[in-house]
């Protein structure tokens, strides 16, 4: 096997792993029926096996990144791929409906490891491969987006054919796969770090990292409303928590996530702030939308999906060119460029108040499509850009968590505006926070520069 053909196979491998989050977060949402009927549940107790999945996800990409830089991301993309295999296999037989959240638990550890894991060895597969970091890049983007695309069309085709246990079984292959395929040509990790166990537990900032995680769940769980009548207390909570997190890591060495250092990157925290905003535009369509076409414009849930499918194709598709376009122009030129092309498309999504025509649809959603593959491969490269090699891995967890906040945000949103009615006039009001969302998004790409690391 010669080197370009091993980077290649390394970066499929890696790209196999990234997609299985994204895929079991959306796949899932097509068996909700079938478990209620199976465990005799209501409608708010079945949306753990979603909310779960979704809590441990976003909670888990920072911390498993900053794994990735202290032990080796080889060695914690395999023991991720590992646990997904392991847990999948269990999971359908799982006696009670509890279980098999805690199932949906261990999924989301296990597939949390694969992206940042996978961002810090960009750069050993594209020196071997003698390109840039952007194309490697743009192949795990392109199966992010793929794994969230096809997801429901999956999951349809299992749950119909098999059961809801087939969403579990079809990760063990995936998940082995790519497990020994990272193995076999991956570019191997440099010493671990050594000492007593006592010694790195104690620098890994336990306390950090919990108030840490404890502060973006409670947080998570306060924007999802997953404990009605108490979200007031839980977004207290994570106050309280983010100021303790805050404290600590500013007094500890070396600490979890290194504030000081995250505060003078200008780059990488408008990067963030940007990814956030950009999420919270693209995921108002990407919700939003489905619900307009089936409850006001009257199309079946087959239908819908077909007519969503450009939004997510387009930005496969179109993602291979944004990348090369980064080599050629820069980052920032894609950047504002995508910006710009994402609030126009956001505005034409306007139209769709006056006629839910199939063709109209069609051309609104793979419009879509273009500025969210060049937002999203410009917003990694310059987060990977913006980052230094030791903190790629916490720093790629963190923009992960960054598609989390700005997608459960416009959840919530999305739930206030049709609170009143899935009607055309409130969609044309949520179009109106989407066209300021994507005018503040190109106010923070303006400012922003690469950094020098």
Known sequence: MTKTSGTGLATAALSLGTTLNPLNSSMIAVALVVLRGDFGLDVATVTWVITSF????AAAQPLMGRLADRFGPRRLFTLGMGLVAVTCALAPLSPNFALLCVARVFMGIGTATAYPS???????????????????LSRIQMANTAGAAV?????GVLVSL?????????????????????????????????GRVGT????????????????????LMALLNVAPGYRWLLLAGS??????????ELRFSPPFLDLRLLGRNRPLLLIYVCFAVFNGVYYFAFFGLPQLLQQSAGYSAGVVGVLMLPLAAISVLV?????????????????????IALTAASGVLWLLT?????????????????????VSIASSQGMYASTRPQDRGVAAGIFQTCRYLGAITATVLIGLFYGTGVTPANWGRMVLVMLLLGAAALVLTLFWRPAKT
Not at 171 to 176: D, E, I, Q, R, T
Not at 239 to 248: E, S, T
């Open 54 to 57: 979704y809590l441990t996800s």
């Open 118 to 136: 996978a961002v810090v060895m960009v750069s050993a597969l594209s020196r071997a491969a003698k390109v840039s970091s952007t194309r490697p």
């Open 151 to 155: 997801g429901p069309v999956v999951g």
């Open 162 to 194: 098999v059961g809801w246990q087939a969403l579990f079984l079809i990760n063990v292959p995936l998940a082995l796969a790519a497990l020994v395929a990272v193995r076999r040509v991956a570019p191997a990790d440099g010493p671990r770090e050594q």
């Open 200 to 219: 790195l537990v104690r620098d890994s900032d336990v306390p950090g990292i919990l108030a840490f995680v404890g502060s973006l769940v409670l947080l």
């Open 239 to 248: 106050v309280v928590l983010g100021v303790l997190f805050a404290v600590r």
């Open 319 to 339: 993602t291979p060119f944004a990348a090369r376009a980064i080599d050629r122009y820069s980052v920032r030129r894609v950047l504002i460029i995508g910006v």
């Open 354 to 374: 006056q006629s839910a025509g199939v063709v109209l649809v069609l051309a609104v959603t793979a419009l879509m499509g273009v500025p969210y593959s060049m």
